[in-house]
């Protein structure tokens, strides 16, 4: 780490902070007692790896990122792949072995050995994930870093291994900054910050200037006592995606689960007709929600559960807007019974399993924990759906009652509502 700070200090500034290990592992603490709104860090923009730097390093630099947005959504993640393969990064990473490149202190400083389900042995399957969405999440991520890895021995000079593409991938899925100015880009120093919670955030960042000769600054936002570490904010994840890209999950994120989504008989021409004006494909699909996007998928539900039902053609389009907010009690009660039928398909699908051969390697035993939770927490969610669904159904068609969960979500709050005041004359 005293490479990587002198190698900073030389070209630009970094301030009151010391790297050691915590909770988190190895992370940045203040070195003193700060107050808010100091300076950290002001990084000149040749300390930054970006994507145009990756790719003007690259003898096949600007071919990879033509042909990696034929079929990836972040080509640049690629081409800075593909440039810490060609700097053969993870032979200098946590050594001192000689290297010759002006960004040698920084590779010194990554970590050679990491644990995300990308470095997992393909062999080594937790039972505890069978059926659940983090397994889902796991083998698309499999399937899309084998096209990735395909793609990039078409245009390396040299063989590259699947080991050395997946460390070098992790890193870069791990630490690329996302700013407006450089797109994505590895930034030395400040991703030595771990995450935190909205609440434990103490710093914030921004580029100023153009890319050629601006810096990046980061600066304290809230005071820290000494020996508190600064954490920064790598967005709001689910711990299924926090593990996924990271290696590590919080005491608590909110989850994320994938239900079934089974479009109308084809047969029942009005609910398809509506069903594919609201987005919903031809076949049965899986798609994900969390505790604040559920009500998205509710007008999916009331468009299928049209089932049986004629109308003009006239009248479709005044029906694709209603059934997008609570309108009739008979169609509300079978949508929710479609609901309740994906969440039952779900929690099915997550049965306990017969218990595993006992963890025995330190990453074993880490990585089984974070499944663990990950998925007790989806379970968690499936089960704070079915509650939601209950009380709604008890609203429409059962006998009034009181659910603590009122005072819970404002989404749940309105949603009760609505359907209590719809159902009200009816009571």
Not at 318 to 347: G, H, M, N, P, Y
């Amino acid at each position: 780490m005293e490479g990587l700070e002198a190698w900073i200090r030389r070209h630009g500034r970094c301030e009151a902070v010391a790297f050691q290990v915590g909770s988190r592992g190895r992370g940045a603490f203040a070195a003193e007692s700060l107050q808010g709104v100091e300076e950290l860090c002001r990084l000149p923009a040749k300390l930054l790896i970006t994507e145009a730097r990756a790719a003007a390093g690259l003898p096949w630099g600007a071919q990879l990122r033509e042909a990696a947005e034929e079929f990836t959504g972040a080509p640049g993640l690629l081409v800075l792949t593909s440039f810490l393969l060609h700097e053969d990064a993870k032979k200098h990473a946590a050594s001192e072995s000689a290297c010759d490149s002006f960004y040698a202190p920084y590779y010194r400083a990554l970590p050679k050995d990491l644990n995300t389900p990308m470095l997992w042995p393909e062999a080594w399957h937790p039972n505890c994930i069978r059926g659940s969405h983090l397994e889902r999440l796991i083998k698309a991520k499999r399937h899309s870093l084998a096209l990735e890895f395909t793609l990039l021995q078409s245009h390396h000079e040299k063989p590259i291994s699947w080991e050395d593409f997946l460390w070098a991938r992790s890193i870069v899925a791990s630490r690329a900054y996302a700013l407006p100015e450089l797109h994505r880009c590895l930034v030395p120093w400040a991703d030595l910050l771990n995450h935190g919670t909205a609440e434990e955030v103490a710093v914030r960042y921004t580029f100023e200037g153009n890319a050629d000769d601006g810096e990046f600054v980061m600066t304290l936002c809230r005071p820290l006592v000494a020996n508190e570490e600064l954490l920064q904010s790598y967005g709001r994840k689910p711990n299924a995606l926090l593990l996924l890209d990271y290696g590590f999950v919080l005491p608590y994120a909110h989850a994320v689960v994938s239900l079934p989504l089974r479009p109308p008989a084809k047969e029942a021409q009005l609910a398809q007709h509506i069903w594919r004006r609201l987005g919903g494909r031809d076949r049965e699909t899986s798609l994900e929600v969390d505790s604040a996007s559920w009500t998205k998928l509710l007008p999916l539900w009331r468009a299928a559960s049209l089932e049986g039902r004629e109308t003009i053609p006239e009248e479709a389009e005044v029906l694709t807007q209603r059934v997008k907010d609570v309108w009739e009690i008979s169609l509300e009660i079978r949508a929710l019974r479609r609901f309740q039928e994906a969440c039952d398909a779900a929690l099915q699908k997550l049965q306990p399993a017969e218990a595993g051969a006992p963890a025995k390697a330190e990453w074993e035993i880490f990585a089984e924990r974070c499944c663990t939770q990950v998925v007790q927490e989806e379970r968690s969610l499936l089960n704070w759906f079915s509650w939601l669904i209950e009380a709604a159904l008890s609203c429409l068609e059962g006998p009034r009652r009181d659910w603590p969960g009122l005072d819970g979500p404002s989404e749940v709050t309105a949603y009760l509502g609505q359907l209590q005041a719809m159902s009200a004359p009816h009571s």
